[in-house]
């Protein structure tokens, strides 16, 4: 096995391909939240609920500006992802080098990064399910 | 989803806050999939994805059966996380967590029952979202002839 040398001991092959399985999970899971947005916008703009509702243009219009963010968002972090799983794959190639701390560090980074994004996502897909099921209950 | 987000590159023994983040984490996330189950049934059984009347009836009944199995898989794996959970706290108070390797095992297998539970639901997502496409685009299409 071949040992990736850095300034944060001994880093085997196997883990940095742990880092590359990371970057390609992340894209991955990026481009379904991308069709799960556009089908969610899609459900919003077929107007599923009842008219009487209150304010229900207002909750209809905030719910497609919070998915509308995330979805501009995704793309810088898209971007950041690639450009990390590239600087991870020249890193391979070369044995590391004194990149290796680097790359973890910005590597930890962009996960908690990932972390956010999902956090906030989720938690708009909540607030859209919880007034959901409000109605149908 | 974040357990999935979240995997270490080290190979090593979690600690006894690490083991109760996950099971933390896993019991929100199964939480989380129940609502989003109710939603997608709602949204199946009603018109606005235009798939009822279309030809995709049979792969909508497929599909609400798969939410289904997938809600009562989730209450089992709740339950089961619950469970673990108790062992742990008792593992706790006689500080042996760490040389319970049976313990150690028991969480591995539940971490895999969660990704393998994560990974199917996404495919029936991944389903929903691909027929809702087809559908519009037929009807699209039949406008336009």
Partial sequence: ?137 | MKSKIIRDWDSRVKNVDELHQDARLWLSEIAFIKDEIEFLRHLLASNYLDLISSQFKKEVEVLTKDLEGKKILGKELRKAISGHEKILSGLIATKSVESNTHFLEQHKELERAMLKYFKKYRKIKRTIFRITEQARKRKKQKKLT
């Fill in chain 1, 1 to 137: 096995m071949t040992v990736l040398r850095g300034n944060k001991g001994s880093i085997h092959e196997e883990n940095m391909n742990v880092l590359l399985d990371n970057c390609a999970l992340w894209i991955s899971e990026i481009n379904l939240l991308e069709n799960e947005i556009l089908f969610l916008k899609k459900v919003l703009k077929s107007h599923p609920f009842e008219s009487n509702i209150p304010n229900l243009f207002e909750k209809l219009t905030l719910f497609m500006r919070d998915f509308d963010m995330i979805l501009d968002e995704k793309d810088d972090l898209l971007v950041a992802i690639e450009k990390h799983n590239s600087s991870l794959k020249k890193a391979k190639q070369n044995n590391g080098g004194d990149t290796l701390k680097l790359l973890l560090t910005h590597h930890t980074a962009l996960q908690e990064q990932v972390i956010t994004f999902f956090s906030r996502f989720s938690k708009c897909k909540e607030n859209l399910y919880e007034f959901t099921l409000s109605i149908i209950n």
